[in-house]
């Protein structure tokens, strides 16, 4: 695997840190210390070694708990004195059995789309949502959801063969959003779509 080489001279202990992210949440799970002996046997192994300080010696994670690192790739900041470490952990990262060491769960996040996620289903269930569109939608069962979706689709095509682009996108959202409304009339979250879309990468 090719990485630029730390500057090593510029540690006292001729340690950096390692900063380790999953490469599908990009969730960052721990932050650990290497050598650059550690650093070579984890890009030659492809499991993420550190130099523990505690131990003193190397230490691969996973060598006792089987919750290995898998490594994706290494990356050198600007300054060359630190490392990002893109891996596909196995199993939880933290001793304490937590996902991360900041005790997070490495769920996927979609940004502004999860957010929606949450307000949708805050609206649907708010105790005054009757008052929200969201929750008259609900209020009128999937089959109206499911038709809306089907409007919203429609009218993406409409303008997607025209050349507003501005009503394109205008209508584009409006797809979206009804579409994460269906998604939890069904009882799914954007993430059950990314799983199945993970099952078909080959």
Request: proline fraction near 2%.
């Amino acid at each position: 695997m090719e990485f630029k080489t730390p500057d090593w001279d510029k540690t006292n202990d001729g340690l950096i840190p390692a900063i380790i992210q999953d490469a599908r949440t990009k969730n960052v799970l721990m932050l650990g210390y290497m050598n650059a002996e550690a650093l070579t046997k984890t890009a030659e192994t492809g499991k993420v070694t550190f130099f523990s300080r505690s131990k003193n010696r190397l230490w691969t994670k996973g060598e006792e708990s089987g919750n290995f690192l898998n490594l994706v790739s290494i990356k050198n900041d600007c300054d060359q004195d630190s490392l990002l470490i893109t891996v596909n952990p196995v199993g939880p990262t933290c001793h304490t059995g937590s996902d991360t060491c900041w005790n997070e769960a490495n769920d996927s996040n979609f940004g502004f789309l999860s957010e929606l996620e949450s307000t949708i289903e805050q609206r649907r269930t708010a105790a005054d949502g009757k008052k929200s569109y969201v929750a008259s939608l609900f209020g009128k069962g999937i089959n109206k959801i499911a038709q809306k979706v089907g409007e919203e689709a429609v009218e993406t095509v409409i303008e997607a063969m025209d050349s507003n682009d501005e009503l394109f996108l205008y209508e584009s959202a409006d797809l979206l959003f009804h579409y994460l409304m269906l998604l939890q009339a069904k009882g799914f979250t954007l993430k059950d779509i990314e799983a199945e879309l993970m099952k078909r990468k080959k």
